[in-house]
């Protein structure tokens, strides 16, 4: 009981000791910032993926129409493992796990992105740069283009199940 009223007192004391201004301004903008807080990102953490209405259907264009194999819950261990190896290899220096660098960071892009079209992005950056909406987007963000790394099909099938494994 004692560290209940302990507790309230000193939140109660935090309260007061606050600004103190109830603006219409001020309580919208502490709305704002609570859902914010409590809306989870469909993004990679804090990271800003341009959005799209018909992102769930865009496959991309290149060769992939669709993934094979097909994808399974949970993702593929093995696969992934071999995916995060050739993620190491050719994309590090564009990209990390959780964070932005060069290009954006790879949490959460399964989210907002399908995965035929994270794999054409992966196989045929060049074309989907000028060619998709999204790709162009990411470029005009980011600044910088995706090289082609010349991977093949398998590699970027492995490196999609690394993706789907970033939490």
Known sequence: MKKTLLVFSAVALLAISCDGNTSNKSNASAQQTATQATTPAP?????????????????????????????ATP????????????????????????????????????QVRTPEWLMNMILNPEE????DPIAKALLEEMGSIMLNQNLTETQAREILEYIRTIK
Not at 44 to 71: F, M
Not at 82 to 98: D, I, L, M, S, W
């Open 43 to 71: 993004a990679s953490q804090g990271e800003q993926h341009t959005e799209y209405p018909d992102w769930q259907t865009n496959k991309g264009i290149g060769p992939v129409k669709t993934v094979q194999p097909p994808l």
């Open 75 to 110: 993702p593929d261990a093995a696969m992934a493992a071999r995916g995060e190896e050739v993620f190491n290899q050719y994309c590090t220096a564009c990209h990390r796990p959780k964070k932005r660098m060069i290009g954006p960071a790879m949490v959460g892009v399964d």
């Open 128 to 131: 989907m740069i000028k060619k």
